[in-house]
């Protein structure tokens, strides 16, 4: 009874990490959709949906599996296709808000309103932290698909087991390597991780160094680096000059 429930559980994790690339994809839709107000008003129903959209098809996948109500064909086709969906339905809306961006910039008589402006700067750079997870989470799940077919078709017992060892510890390696991930993408994070591991460092008895200010290396939201040299800022202010004028 207690290896079933284990199982089980096991089945429905795995089930949520094959399905959580579909929420963040929709959840990148919608703060696409509401460009005007995704970030001041809040629309809690959003997450909270997917959270509990994403546990229901976990739970039917697992219950399905686990007693054979759909063939295994069936299970990886789904996991397959929505998986794909997915990452083209973030790749899609993702290029739409770098689109909708470069358009801002083309005049300053565009018809974009500044808190639409900040909405999709901020949809850029959320996706641009999100974009490795997400494509790296995509591999992981299209390996897990071809290591368990390979475990389920493979007549020979121990090519099999093998296979199936190895599904596990791509599990494990999944698991730790998407925190990795996040970790080196989010600013944020690795600041708060820094501070932490600093205090933690001063309870030890540490000594309090000071910290010399690192030269700042401003970007635009695209990546492209700001201009610091005087010729090339009077080339802009003059370009923008003539967008102003014609």
Not at 11 to 28: D, K, Q, S
Not at 104 to 128: G, H, M, P, T, W
Not at 199 to 227: N, Q
């Amino acid at each position: 009874m207690i290896f079933h429930i284990a199982n089980m559980m096991r089945l429905f994790y795995i089930a949520v990490g094959c399905f959580i690339l579909p929420g963040l994809a929709v959840e990148r839709v919608f703060a696409t959709y509401y460009v005007s107000d995704y970030e001041i008003k809040p629309r809690r129903i959003i997450s909270v949906s997917l959270v509990i959209f994403i546990d229901f098809l976990s739970l039917c996948f697992m219950i399905t599996f686990i007693y054979d109500i759909c063939s295994i064909i069936v299970h990886i086709t789904v996991v397959a296709v929505i998986n794909g969906l997915a990452l083209g339905l973030f790749l899609y809306w993702d290029r739409k808000n770098i689109t909708f961006y470069k358009e801002s910039l083309k005049s300053v008589k565009a018809q974009y309103s500044l808190s639409e402006r900040f909405q999709v700067i901020e949809n850029i750079r959320v996706a641009k932290m999100i974009k490795k997870m997400f494509l790296c989470s995509f591999g992981f799940n299209f390996i897990l698909i071809i290591l368990f077919v390979v475990s389920m078709v493979c007549h020979d017992m121990l090519i099999s087991n093998l296979v199936y060892e190895l599904f596990d510890l791509m599990i494990a390696f999944y698991a730790t390597v998407i925190p990795g991930i996040t970790y080196l993408e989010n600013k944020v994070f690795q600041k708060e991780f820094r501070r932490i591991l600093h205090k933690w460092y001063l309870l030890c008895g540490g000594s309090r160094s000071r910290v010399e200010s690192a030269k700042p290396h401003l970007k635009t939201v695209l990546g492209v680096k700001l201009i610091h040299d005087q010729a090339e800022g009077t080339k802009a202010y003059f370009d923008q000059l003539a967008k102003i004028w014609n």
